[in-house]
């Protein structure tokens, strides 16, 4: 079974510029995560789909990032206009589990905004 | 979410016990433990979890004290590939929670 896909692996975009990352959840997960780690930081959610729904949208830091789950398969998260203190690595992340919150992640993003 | 303090590193010998604490002293009746790990240049990944009761799996180990304050896990022989960041966390139970990642524990082991 294929595990939770992301593309690109490497994005290097200047600043102002736009970027589009896309995560592919595992097939049959409703849940799909947006998490991200800029430098030097931890961890951090960003965004929660269950299917093509926003359950959760807390972490996403300002309204430069937008991201989208048509269809309730994979998602794309856009930065418009994208600036330095975006730089770093995205995670997406997907689970199906009703009980447990097991959550399987991607092998991330890293951005570079130069 | 009840926030959790892992010591910064360890270092473990291969083919040793890998003993990485966890407090979480203000854990609320509704949250489980949660470890994942993250090995380099990779995205996390779930080790296991629990309420109150011990838990094993194929990967390790999950000791929770009885008043549910702190925990370990444990990994029975660590190899180089153990290697890794490992976050502890508390997190409501039931899918669809958001994970709130620390600083974890770096683990080197050492051949």
């Known amino acids: 079974e294929a595990g939770v896909t992301q593309f690109p692996s490497h994005s290097v975009i200047e600043k102002g510029q736009t970027v589009t990352l896309r995560c592919d959840p595992i097939?049959?997960?409703?849940?799909l995560y947006w998490y991200r780690r800029v430098m030097g930081k931890e961890i951090k959610f960003l965004l929660h789909?269950?299917?093509?729904?926003?359950?959760?949208e807390s972490g996403m830091p300002n309204n430069r990032f937008l991201a989208e789950r048509t269809g309730g398969t994979y998602s794309t998260l856009k930065v418009q206009p994208a600036e330095l203190e975006d730089s770093g690595v995205y995670f997406c992340?997907?689970?199906?589990?009703?009980?447990?919150?097991?959550?399987?992640f991607g092998p991330g993003t890293r951005l570079t905004v130069l | 979410d009840a926030k959790t303090t892992q010591p910064p590193s360890m270092d473990c010998a291969e083919g040793r016990a890998a003993n990485l604490p966890c407090n979480h002293s203000?854990?609320?009746?509704?949250?489980?433990v949660y470890w994942y790990r993250q090995i380099h240049s990779q995205g996390p990944q779930y080790i296991i979890h629990?309420?109150?009761n011990n838990e094993t799996n194929e990967m390790a180990s999950l000791i929770i004290t009885e008043d549910r304050k702190s925990s370990t896990l444990i990994l029975p022989h660590a190899t180089l590939r153990d290697t890794a960041v490992y976050y502890c966390?508390?997190?409501?139970?039931?899918?669809?929670?958001?994970?709130?990642f620390g600083a974890g524990t770096i683990l080197r082991v050492k051949s």
């Open positions: 992340a997907s689970s199906q589990d009703p009980i447990s919150n097991e959550q399987f």
């Open positions: 097939s049959g997960h409703d849940n």
């Open positions: 789909f269950v299917k093509e729904s926003k359950q959760d």
């Open positions: 203000t854990i609320s009746g509704n949250e489980y």
């Open positions: 629990g309420l109150k």
């Open positions: 966390i508390a997190s409501p139970y039931g899918g669809g929670n958001k994970l709130v």
